[in-house]
């Protein structure tokens, strides 16, 4: 799996650049969003990682043109020196997934890519992005936020406790079915989109629904990032929806189970 790490600071693109390799994984380095669009379509990538101030195009510019275009392959993470409301709403306006503080601990952006690797997810939630933009136009544009992003460990425990007081009430065998786990993600998403209200609660919607899967201890859990993979069409599915809105055991193929 390759990472293409973009920024127009040598030194800081060697320092994680070498993290990255320590991790076992193939890093590019490029110095700015022109070369990256070359790369993009010259390699096959799994994760992007940019700096957003940038001399020649700003690592905002390279992801939009790179939706522009159809061009778009995997995750973006932003990196940014900036913490503001304004600077990940530009992000999010223009297609980043995830957001780090340029300089910050090492071990944490290591932690982000793991996740974006194994996810499944193909970028952030369109549901999910929309309501962090929302969230984040109501605050004031100078206010402090990327050092805020964060899981909310309160979140998930609320949400889990709902959804397993359903599943104790299905049948045993509930879950081996790709229905039953489609029904499951979209009860799982409609209860955190119902109790997130923060930018940081939206901008972690993907790790929270993945700690609840986990949080089941049950085999085909595992099996999470390959729906993740493919979230947002069986977000429209009228059984994710409908198991969503009015709970587990409500719909048609549950009740032929």
């Known amino acids: ?27 590019k380095l490029c110095s700015g969003g022109r070369e990256a669009l070359e790369l993009v379509r010259e390699r096959h990538l799994a994760l992007i990682v940019s ?5 020649d195009m700003s690592g905002h510019a390279m992801v939009t043109h790179l939706l522009e275009n159809g061009l778009r392959p995997c995750p973006i993470l932003f990196l940014s020196a900036n913490d503001t409301a ?16 340029k300089g910050g601990d090492l071990a944490h952006l290591m932690d982000r890519l793991a996740f974006w690797l194994i996810c499944g997810f193909r970028g952030l939630p369109r549901t999910a992005r929309l309501n962090a933009i929302s969230a984040l136009e109501s605050m004031s544009p100078i206010e402090p936020v990327l050092g805020q992003i964060k899981n909310d460990p309160a979140l ?28 499951i993600m979209g009860r799982v998403a409609h209860l955190l989109e119902e109790s997130s209200e923060s930018p940081s609660q939206w901008v972690r919607f993907p790790d929270a629904l993945h700690q609840i899967f986990r949080k089941l201890r049950a085999p085909w859990a ?4 390959i729906l993740c993979r493919y979230y947002d069409v069986l977000c429209q599915d009228p059984r994710f ?14 009740q032929e189970h």
């Open 86 to 101: 304004q600077d990940m709403l530009r992000g999010l306006e223009c297609g980043g997934d995830d957001f780090l503080l």
């Open 156 to 183: 998930i425990d609320h949400v889990f406790e709902r959804l397993h007081r359903e599943i104790q009430s299905m049948p045993q065998d509930y879950g081996t079915r790709l229905i039953h786990r489609i029904e």
């Open 51 to 55: 700096d957003v101030e940038m001399p």
């Open 222 to 225: 595992a099996d999470i990032g």
């Open 241 to 254: 929806i409908h198991a969503g809105e009015t709970g587990l055991g409500t719909t048609s193929a549950t």
């Open 1 to 27: 799996m390759t990472i293409l790490l973009i920024d127009d600071d040598p030194a800081i693109a060697r320092l994680y650049g070498a993290a990255i390799q320590k991790r076992g994984f193939s890093v």
